[in-house]
């Protein structure tokens, strides 16, 4: 059995037992949400498609993580005006674990295994080689990056734990236009990534462009 959901403006096809990102949502990582917004049942040969929506029929599923997608980056240019401009988006996004169809008729799909769910530090799972993946800070990017490790700044908790102006003053010394860089808010933002707490490191940086508040 399968089902057509919409939520977040899309429309998903989703089978029990199977995982799916979608726009992200308010609840707790753990938690069941149960979606009701089902466009149609599918069921072997037999297909029931709603008006728009199929009475009854519902999906449920479990609140796995909460993380953003890649960086999308934006840039702006005018000819002969001199004008350029940088953004970067990282748009959020929901893991769900689809547990169980129904079809609104009695018959229900249930996933054979159950929902695993990630240690809360999972959620921040940009770590390689005991490093992570500091261009996720807004207004980081990669060769900023490769400063900030060069000057044993290579994780998350190291870059919480830095000051601005001494962040500032590394940048200077490595050359380059990269002391036109604002660190102000990426002790911040590392902290929030540290911690696992996405959903508060989105709201953060939909308020930054290139790492400075709007």
Same mark, same amino acid.
């Given at each position: ?97 689809? @547990?169980?169809?129904? +079809? #609104? %008729?009695?018959?229900?799909? $249930? &996933?054979? =295994?159950? /929902?695993?769910?990630?240690?809360? !530090? ?68 590392? @902290?929030?990534?540290? +911690? #696992? %707490?996405?959903?508060?490191? $989105? &709201?953060? =940086?939909? /308020?930054?462009?290139?790492?400075? !508040?709007?």
């Amino acid at each position: 059995m399968y089902a057509v959901i919409k939520t977040g403006g899309r429309q998903f096809r989703v089978v029990a037992g199977e995982k799916i990102k979608i726009e992200q949502i308010a609840a707790d990582v753990g938690q069941e949400v149960v979606i009701d917004q089902v466009l149609a049942v599918g069921n072997g040969s037999e297909l029931m498609l709603g008006t728009p929506l199929v009475s009854g029929a519902t999906v449920t599923a479990t609140l796995l993580s909460h993380g953003l997608f890649d960086k999308v980056h934006i840039f702006k240019m005018r000819r002969r005006k001199h004008y350029q401009k940088r953004q970067g988006h990282r748009q959020g996004y929901t893991e769900l674990f689809i @547990a169980a169809i129904t +079809d #609104g %008729k009695g018959g229900v799909s $249930k &996933a054979a =295994t159950a /929902a695993v769910i990630p240690a809360p !530090k999972a959620l921040a799972a940009t770590s390689k080689g005991g490093k992570d993946n500091l261009e996720v800070i807004e207004g980081i990017g990669p060769k900023i990056a490769k400063v900030l490790v060069e000057g044993g700044i290579a994780t998350f908790a190291q870059l919480a734990a830095a000051k601005a102006d001494d962040i500032t003053a590394m940048l200077k010394a490595s050359g380059g236009r990269f002391s036109l860089a604002n660190p102000a808010s990426w002790a911040e933002q590392a @902290a929030l990534l540290r +911690d #696992g %707490k996405m959903a508060e490191f $989105k &709201a953060l =940086t939909d /308020a930054l462009v290139g790492g400075v !508040k709007k």
